[in-house]
C-alpha cells in the first residue's frame, strides 16, 4: 500500500458513527482498522485520513469539544464532486458552503476549482474540489 507523505489523523468523538460517515455517506473506504484501539485507515481517491476515537493516553494537546478541527479545512480533491454532491444531498446532510466555482490565475494559465463544504460528525470542515486548466 502507498501511504502519501502527509495524511492526517483525526481524533473523533466516536468510531462508529465517524466511520459509517465517511463509508456509507462519502464513499471511502477501509484500508486496514484496529478495532481494539478504535482506529481506523481509509481512503478515498488517493485520500487518506486516519481516524481514532478519543482516549486519554492520545494525541490530545488540548481540551477537545465540538467543533473539531477548528481553524482548519481538509481540502480532498477527487475526479467527479458532483457525484459526491449528489450523494450528499440525497443523505440530507448539511452543506458549509454549497457548491461553487473559482477562477484563480496559475503562473500561465487559469485554474478553475469548483468545490463545496461540509462537516464531519466531529466538527471538521472537508472542502469536496475538482481542478481543472482553462
Known sequence: ???NKTIPE??????????KFYIDRLGAKIEYERPEDKFVFLSLEGNQLMLEEI???????????????????????????????Q???????????DMTVSHYAGANEMIEQKEFLLQ????YLLRFTKS???
Open 1 to 3: 500500500m502507498h501511504f
Open 10 to 19: 483525526l481524533s473523533v468523538f466516536d468510531i462508529k458513527k465517524s466511520k
Open 55 to 85: 482516549h486519554a493516553d492520545g494525541w490530545n494537546i488540548g481540551n477537545l469539544t465540538y467543533p473539531l478541527g477548528q481553524g482548519i479545512n481538509i481540502s480532498l480533491e477527487v475526479t467527479d464532486v458532483d457525484s459526491i454532491y
Open 87 to 97: 450523494r450528499i444531498k440525497e443523505h440530507s446532510i448539511s452543506l458549509y458552503r
Open 120 to 123: 464531519d460528525p466531529n466538527g
Open 132 to 134: 481543472g486548466r482553462r
